[in-house]
């Protein structure tokens, strides 16, 4: 289960990675959960907001603005560094997204890949 966490807070405490790109734009997300946090950071200005998989696993979903149109990128924390956990906690969140696999453009085990 999938509920929406604090933003600013995680981001501030905890080193966020890019771990996978989905093919599905922020706004869907925001329609589904609610009001999204735009800001900007040292890349880009972006949408984004925090959530937590299963009480478990906290991750945030981010579109800045450079982005291609239509896509999110998945960020988890930069202690997970397991590629078959991050491969693991990605499916969940996408199939707790209601999302079909192959909404997932490009994940941490497809390594350097254009998209």
């Known amino acids: 289960m999938i509920r929406m966490i604090e933003f600013?807070?995680?981001?501030?405490?905890v080193d966020m990675v890019p771990q996978a790109i989905l093919k599905c734009s922020v706004e869907r997300f925001a329609q589904t959960f609610g009001s999204f946090v735009e800001d900007h950071d040292a890349l880009d200005y972006f949408t984004g907001a925090a959530f937590s998989l299963d009480n478990h696993y906290q991750?945030?979903?981010?579109?800045?603005?450079?982005?291609?149109?239509?896509?999110?990128t998945v960020y988890l924390p930069g202690t997970m560094d397991d590629v078959d956990t991050i491969t693991r906690v990605v499916r969940n969140i996408v199939n707790d997204l209601d999302l079909p696999p192959q909404a997932i453009l490009w994940q941490r085990a497809d390594g350097v890949k254009v998209i």
Not at 59 to 72: E, P, S, V
């Open 8 to 13: 600013r807070p995680l981001m501030s405490k």
């Open 59 to 72: 991750f945030a979903l981010i579109h800045h603005r450079g982005d291609r149109n239509n896509t999110t």
